[in-house]
Each structure stands twice: as C-alpha cells, then as structure tokens.
C-alpha cells in the first residue's frame, strides 16, 4: 500500500480558466464534497481547465500521465493513463473530464472504494483539537485485511489522500506512464 502523489521531476500544473471555472470543483463551500467517494454517477461538471507549467523534465515540455498540482487533492490522469489504467479506474472509481487547451485531455479522477484498513488504535495520529483526525503520521494496517483494490480511499482521510496497491504501480511501470510517485507508508 503507498500513497499515490505526483512526481516532482516531471510534472504539470493546472490552473482553472476563471474562478468561475474553478467554483465548479474546488469552491470552498464544495471543495472535497465532489470527490470525496462519493459515486455521482458521472455527474461532473466539466471546468474549463489552462496548464499553467510544466515542471523539470528530461523531455522538453512533455505532458505527464499524472499529475495533482494545482487540483490537489484531486487525481488527474491524462488519457493515455485512462487507457493504460482503464479497468482499474473504471471498476474503483468515476472520472470527470476537464476541458483542456491541450493536446492531450485529463481526467480528474474520484476513488469510490474506501477501504478501512487501518488500525487506529496502533497507528499514530495526529488530532486537530476538535478531535478530528489531522493525518496519520504512522500507519499499522488491520491483520485481517488481506487484499486491496489497485486504486482507494481510506474513511480516515477520505477527502484527501488517495492510495494504490503493489498491482497499480506494476501497470503503471509496465505501461511506462510518466508523472506517477508512489510514497511508501509511514
């Protein structure tokens, strides 16, 4: 189990045309709400979305298959990683198009399979002083879960932290998809 993040060497970011365009995903009132596990049975709207920069790359100006800046904590694939990637994300999530003006099309992706497979009483973390959970700053997962979907979500940080199994990252290695870092648990 790791924590799918975005590879900093090579990465994009993305900006919403107009706070308009970003209300329709990120506004403050909705924020997590639309990807937060929730099936919504396709029911996105599509934002109207610019790539702002492309990181440090080996390959000039490449898009990367994976990125989250700047939709953090939402997942974009690119196309191409759909394709790659298709019956994982299809079976354990829903994507929601983003209108680029791009070449290439992105997906922002919400996971709806949410997984309890930590063991809070063991695992150390952190509070905000409401009592809500912060984060877990070290993870001792249940004995008795024994397989994972390749793409989930936990109930302790459901809003904002997506996680893959060992099956996820072999496809995206074998598929040779760029952008992807793979956080090993704390």
Not at 20 to 34: C, F, G, H, T
Not at 113 to 132: H, L, M, N, P, W
Request: hydrophobic residues 35%.
């Amino acid at each position: 189990m790791h924590i799918l993040e975005c590879n900093f060497d090579g990465y994009a970011s993305f900006l919403f045309k107009d706070a308009e365009e970003e209300d329709k995903w990120l506004s403050p009132r909705d924020r997590l709400n639309l990807f937060d596990g929730t099936p919504r049975n396709g029911k996105y709207p599509v934002p109207e979305g610019i790539r702002n920069r492309v990181g440090k790359e080996k390959r000039s100006n490449v898009l990367p298959d994976f990125t989250h800046i700047g939709l953090t904590p939402i997942p974009t694939f690119s196309e191409r990683a759909v394709h790659a990637l298709g019956d994982m994300l299809s079976r354990y999530g829903e994507l929601a198009p983003i209108k680029m003006n791009e070449a290439m099309q992105y997906y922002g992706f919400n996971p709806t399979r949410i997984v309890d497979v930590v063991d809070e009483e063991k695992s150390t973390i952190a509070y905000f002083s409401d009592g809500g959970l912060m984060d877990i700053d070290h993870y001792v997962l249940r004995p008795d879960v024994k397989e994972l979907p390749p793409i989930f979500r936990i109930p302790q940080l459901v809003a904002n932290t997506t996680y893959v199994s060992d099956e996820f990252i072999a496809r995206v290695n074998e598929c040779k998809l760029t952008g992807f870092r793979f956080q090993p648990l704390p």
